[in-house]
Nanobody
Framework: QVLLVESGGGLVQAGDSLRLSCAASGRTFGSYAMGWFRQAPGKEREFVAAISWGGRNTYYAASVQDRFTISRDNAKNTVYLQMNSLKPEDTALYYC?????????????????WGQGTQVTVSS
């Protein structure tokens, strides 16, 4: 069973940067595609970014393309989300996710395990 624990959220100003981390338990982390989703108050959870098991392929939501970068370190069982040029509309609870397969988790239906989330708040 894979457990996901996010960290790195916080309160920042517009234009600032943050790096989120997601530490995963289990020896099979390196075999799984990983992703990040977010949910703002009153809105549905939405896809942010995903990365293939080996890190070669990445995929982003249009709203974060060119500002956010997803990466992973399989030796550390950790996936990262570098967020630059943050905007107030990026304010949300950010969730780490895995499909527990090689399928990129780009929609909620492909996610088999969620983290508990880390809050990101961007002030204007």
């Amino acid at each position: 069973q894979v457990l996901l624990v996010e960290s790195g959220g916080g309160l920042v100003q517009a234009g600032d940067s943050l790096r989120l981390s997601c530490a995963a338990s289990g020896r099979t982390f390196g075999s799984y595609a990983m992703g990040w989703f977010r949910q703002a108050p009153g809105k549905e959870r939405e896809f942010v970014a995903a990365i293939s098991w080996g890190g070669r392929n990445t995929y982003y939501a249009a709203s974060v393309q060119d500002r956010f970068t997803i990466s992973r370190d399989n030796a550390k069982n950790t996936v990262y989300l570098q967020m630059n040029s943050l905007k107030p509309e990026d304010t949300a609870l950010y969730y780490c996710a895995t499909s527990q397969s090689t399928t990129l988790p780009t929609v909620s239906g492909t996610v088999r395990r969620w983290g508990q989330g880390t809050q990101v708040t961007v002030s204007s």
